[in-house]
């Protein structure tokens, strides 16, 4: 079945990359998504991919797929400690109307 | 501005009382969705609607109900409530299979 895997925690200094990294299982999936969640918020889209990208790069963001290990990474550049939150993977399925499979979450502390 | 509105941030009542989250998007979107996240979970879908009156079941559909009557609205409805659906749960709306926008979500707690 579907499923999406992440790492539960990163800490990393302030200043530097972090990366993020998610597994997942299904080929079909059409496009996949970093959300980002701060204490006591929604989720926020920071970037999607879709599944024919090797990459793309938005400012401090910078997401890699590899679709023949079906392993997707958010690096964040110049982590800074507003950059702190849980951020979560998720994959679209084809034909599945829009149903987002999330991973567990990966929870980032940046510390000064 | 463009946003999903759910109400209320934060509930609590008792076993069996019914309680229902409102949701409305102002995006003209056809896609609604509703999700709950539960500690190293993440976020499991609810009940999904394509467009007005067309809703459909995610994975974790029992002991919930939704409706979609106008497209702006998607409200979750828990007829009786129980400990179990003790979580945190967001609304979502979306053109499709990109970009899903979220609500601020809605803390519940069912004593």
């Known amino acids: 079945g579907e499923d999406v895997e992440q790492s539960l925690f990163l800490s990393v200094r302030e200043g530097d990359s972090s990366v993020i990294n998610c597994t997942y299982t299904d080929s079909s999936s059409t496009y996949l998504y970093w959300y980002k969640q701060e204490p006591g918020a929604g989720l926020q889209l920071l970037t999607y991919i879709f599944s024919n990208m090797d990459m793309k790069q938005d400012q401090r963001l910078t997401v890699l797929l590899n679709k023949k290990d079906k392993h997707l990474s958010l690096r964040i550049a110049d982590t800074q400690t507003g950059d702190s939150a849980i951020y979560f993977c998720?994959?679209?399925?084809?034909?599945?109307?829009?149903?987002?499979?999330f991973g567990q979450g990966t929870e980032l502390s940046v510390k000064p | 501005e463009a946003q999903v509105t759910q109400n209320p941030r934060y509930l609590i009542t008792v076993t069996g009382k019914k309680l229902t989250v409102t949701c409305s998007q102002n995006m003209n979107h056809e896609y609604m969705s509703w999700y709950r996240q539960d500690p190293g979970l993440g976020l499991r879908q609810i009940y999904y609607s394509m467009n007005v009156e067309v809703t459909d079941k995610g994975d974790v559909p029992e002991g919930y109900k939704v409706s979609r009557k106008e497209k702006r609205n998607f409200p979750l409805i828990l007829e009786s409530p129980s400990p179990n659906q003790t979580s945190l749960y967001f609304c979502a709306s979306g053109l499709g299979e990109e970009k899903l926008f979220f609500g601020s979500g809605t803390q519940l707690s069912v004593l």
């Open positions: 998720a994959e679209s399925i084809r034909n599945q109307g829009g149903k987002l499979i």
